[in-house]
């Protein structure tokens, strides 16, 4: 069976290699520096080398992945790897996904996502925030887009949320369980790869009621909103929570409405 491995990236694979000596003196959060290094192929293939001389020793990423995959054909392997959108961690990215592919491995096109940092360097911290909190969503749904697809043409997904912000390694890890996929990460105490066991909240009864009640309905308003909460208040507060269903502020025009998250499992009971 083929598979498909997403893998949340972070910059582990740097601050090891300057832990050997190599790229000192230079901070992680040096943008300019780390920019004039992705420009330069041989400093880039300095890092490559650096992976390749120990791969699980030198990157968090590689110690899962390449735990899990074991021996199996790497033809059958697909890697999707996605980062902050910071030179650093696209160094990062460009060593690993040059390493994988030196090793037969497909990847697919990286994906850079709001890492806070680089748009408060540039812009006002409020658009700064507004911008990760939407990066991080937008991530959420892309994975999940990701996973169904794959599965749908009938590979195992795999989830690595090893590296990167605590954020988006949340976020990695809740589109694998929204999905049913394997989740798996390194146990520093064991110093072992770790399965999550499947974790979903399971709607039922009135819950599961409620939910194909919204399924064919884009947003309830007005006296229906009222309707259903005095029908249904205890499960609408559940969903809600679950993040199943989701309502506009009480300072605003009363809303309810299923979230993709809800149609997602709605679509699996059929």
Not at 3 to 14: A, D, M, Q
Not at 75 to 99: D, H, M, W
Not at 214 to 228: A, N, P, Q, R, Y
Not at 249 to 261: D, G, H, M, N, V
């Amino acid at each position: 069976m083929k598979e498909l491995h997403i893998i949340s990236t972070g910059i582990s694979l740097l601050t090891n290699a300057q832990k050997q000596g190599f790229f000192l003196d230079k901070k992680i959060s040096d943008e300019e520096h780390w920019q004039s290094l992705l420009n330069s192929p041989s400093e880039i293939q300095k890092l490559v080398g650096f992976l390749k001389s120990d791969p699980m020793k030198n990157s968090a990423e590689m110690n899962t992945f390449l735990r899990v995959v074991g021996d199996k054909p790497v033809s059958n392997i697909e890697v999707y790897l996605f980062g902050t959108k910071t030179a650093s961690n696209e160094l990062c990215r460009r060593a690993i996904e040059q390493f994988l592919k030196d090793y037969g491995f497909s990847i697919y096109t990286p994906y850079e996502v709001s890492g806070y940092f680089w748009e408060a360097k540039y812009y006002e911290t409020s658009y700064a925030i507004d911008k990760f909190k939407l990066g991080v969503s937008e991530l959420l749904d892309r994975l999940i887009y990701l996973a169904k697809k794959k599965q749908k043409e009938g590979y195992k997904v795999f989830f690595n949320p090893t590296g990167g912000l605590k954020a988006h390694v949340i976020a990695t890890a809740l589109a694998g369980i929204l999905t049913e996929c394997e989740i798996y990460y390194m146990n520093e105490e064991f110093h072992e790869v770790v399965f999550l066991p499947k974790l979903f909240y399971i709607p039922k009864g009135r819950e599961l009621e409620l939910l194909r009640k919204l399924s064919d309905k884009k947003v309830i308003t007005g006296k229906e909103v009222d309707e259903l909460e005095n029908n249904y208040m205890e499960e609408i507060d559940r969903l809600e929570i679950y993040g199943l269903i989701a309502r506009m502020p009480e300072e605003f025009q009363k809303a309810l409405w299923i979230t993709s998250k809800g149609l997602l499992f709605i679509a699996e009971q059929k």
